[in-house]
């Protein structure tokens, strides 16, 4: 290991240890900080904060999510930041009420329970935690699953159920893409039954702010149905009264699943096909059309998006320009690395 520096988080007042050899997200996460992340790889911004004092050596990252001009400036990805000094860095996106609520992620061997289709393009992922200690997580949270025969390679994927409702249990929901270096050894049978996967985890702040009493409108797409599904379970699992709708976006009739659990989920469920589907009978049009239509006053709720990244960027512009504080909007882009 290399020198320990002090990196204390302004506005909040928290310091932690963190070594030369390891960022400062990762020094986080092993002590129990939650801090605001997306992709944890230097391409989504989630984590950009401001550097007020001391000096980090940054590895790769994209442009994209850190502009020369703003690392000039003294912004810094904490995904990417080693620090050679002690630090103090101001948090720009951060929550209180999840700040100390992390469950420090560690790597753990799974078995391959199934694999299912659950549409031409999605598969069904269940795995099984072989490990002594309990593989906890939380509702709306993601794993990062290594990738057979590619040292170093993983890909990162929400859970679909809860821990609560199935200990040692992961479930997943995921989209095939040509040539995509997990999914295509799904697509081909390649990880079949049986199959070991180790897997890192758990990330993400996609959780459910318990302190909220507001209308929790969750809009989702494709794979997105993952954590959304999970924190519906939740709600149903803790007999939650709070008033829920979900909007869930697909091509054609046939590219929708788990329909009747979604019906008999807590709260009202809203399927919406963006193509001609004879016999269908529900909403039509893009998932962002049909909530702008039926939603009228949104200004007071939690909304949560999940899917694609052209439709969570779409769905977040209609949620502020009707009113719902960038504060409580919560989301997941599930993106896909080059080779996807």
Known sequence: MGNTHTVRFEPVGIEIEVDEEETVLNAAFRQGIMLMHGCKE??????KSFLLD???DLDRYSTFALPDFEEAEGWTLLCRAHPYSDLEVELINYDEEILHGGTPPRTVKTRVE???SLTSDIRRL????????????RPGQYVDIHVPGHEDAHRSFSMANTHSSAPGELEFMIKLYPGGRFSGLLADGAIKPGDALEVTGPYGVFTLRAS?????????????MAPILSLLRSLE???SEREATYYYGARTEADLFHLDELAALPGTFVPALSEDSNGWNGETGLITDVVERLEDDISDVDAYVCGPPPMVEAAIALLEAKGVP?????FDKFTTTADE
């Open 237 to 239: 699992e803790t007999r």
């Open 114 to 116: 199934a694999v299912e």
């Open 212 to 224: 909220s009493p507001r209308r929790l409108l969750f809009i989702g797409g494709g794979a997105g």
């Open 54 to 56: 001391g000096e980090v």
């Open 42 to 47: 230097g391409q989504c911004s989630a984590c």
């Open 126 to 137: 269940h795995l099984r935690v072989e490990d002594d200690e309990p593989f906890e997580f």
């Open 326 to 330: 960038e504060a409580h909007i919560y």
